[in-house]
């Protein structure tokens, strides 16, 4: 069991270090940013690196909306992310559902997830895995309710896209955490990537608030579980730095027996 911690991108490696991890997430942009990233100075060490690197693309993307302002560079700017994340040896870029915002038709929104693979497919392909995650809220959300997941994945699954189970946002979203596996499986076949974090917020509230394990509203137990079941690596998205991190690493070694 390959467990890890979201952290600072200056450098991730030592980050990893500090927390004992034996896989990173990080952005290659500001999040709030539709920058373009830059090279990086660390880049063979990245590569080299026993550690599992995982790229987080930007919030700005969100490849469903029915602006195509917004749709049409979000597109690129998740193409052009994926060759950055391959670029450094990365396992996947995790990007999420997105929404099509009140009054427009989530049905759009599939179509619009299905353009983004069929333009990558005409650009040469997508280098790494897509690892589509679900999300606690967002306005007519394409990845919140797993029956929508299931119609999402009825335009991408024959894409190979990859599925990253935020057990914050399930819960935050409305999904129940006990059997949760069994039922993303089963829509999606795959499990790529757990994002293990408590929720500051209640069951359905659509909040998007992480929390360290066992400082929430969810049983740590589940969390626990969902990792065992689905047999993916783990990224704790959590507060507290070093110490916060470490701590919600640990209890999973723990109480994983890994
Ligand atoms: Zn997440």
């Known amino acids: 069991m390959r467990i890890g911690a979201h952290v600072d991108p200056a450098d991730p490696l030592a980050e990893a270090a500090a927390r004992g991890a034996e896989a990173v997430q990080f952005f290659l942009t500001d999040p709030q940013s539709s920058k373009t ?37 979000s597109r690129k700017l998740l193409l052009t992310h994926a060759r950055a994340a391959a670029e450094v040896g990365a396992k996947g870029l995790i990007v999420h559902g997105g929404h099509v915002g009140g009054g427009a038709d989530l049905a759009d929104g599939f179509v619009s997830w299905r353009k983004v693979f069929e333009y990558a497919e005409s650009e040469g392909g997508f280098p790494l895995p897509i690892l589509i995650e679900n999300t606690a809220g967002g306005d007519n959300a394409c990845a919140r309710r797993f029956d929508d997941v299931a119609r999402l994945w009825d335009e991408v699954g024959r894409f190979g896209a990859g599925f990253c189970l935020d057990t914050c946002h399930a819960f935050a979203g409305g999904e129940d955490l006990v059997g949760i596996v069994d039922r993303v499986k089963a829509i999606t076949g795959r499990i790529d990537l757990i994002h293990a974090n408590d929720s500051k917020g209640g069951f359905d509230s659509g909040q998007d608030r992480h929390d360290n394990l066992g400082s929430g509203k969810i049983d740590p137990e589940l969390v626990v579980a969902a990792i065992r079941a689905s047999g993916a690596p783990a990224i704790v998205e959590t507060p507290g730095g070093v110490e916060g991190q470490s701590a919600d690493i640990a209890l999973l070694r723990q109480r994983s027996g890994a």
């Open 37 to 73: 990233p830059e090279p990086r100075e660390d880049v063979e060490r990245l590569r080299a690196s026993e550690v599992d690197i995982y790229i987080h693309a930007p919030y700005r993307i969100n490849v469903a909306s029915p602006n195509n302002r917004i749709r049409i560079p």
